[in-house]
């Protein structure tokens, strides 16, 4: 599988999926807006451990470095 996720990418993706999880875990949201933050927050979860974003493909963009020379 081709990695297109850069390291900050990743941190970004697991700092709002911490996020979400505390909101919806915590209360402070409820009902569909949680059970959506809960998918949101693991979506973002694996696609940050395998290093791939599906939705980046389709258009070309890749936040990793590249050795160039």
């Known amino acids: 599988m081709i990695k297109n996720m850069g390291s900050a990418d990743r941190v970004v993706r697991l700092l709002l999926a911490a996020l979400m999880i ?7 949201v409820s009902g569909i807006i949680a059970t959506i933050l809960y998918i949101l927050s693991a ?5 940050s451990l395998i290093r791939t974003c599906p939705l980046y493909m389709p ?7 590249t050795k160039e020379g």
Not at 43 to 47: A, E, Q
């Open 22 to 28: 505390y909101l919806a875990y915590s209360g402070m």
């Open 43 to 47: 979506v973002f979860i694996v696609t």
């Open 59 to 65: 258009f070309g963009i890749s936040t990793c470095k």
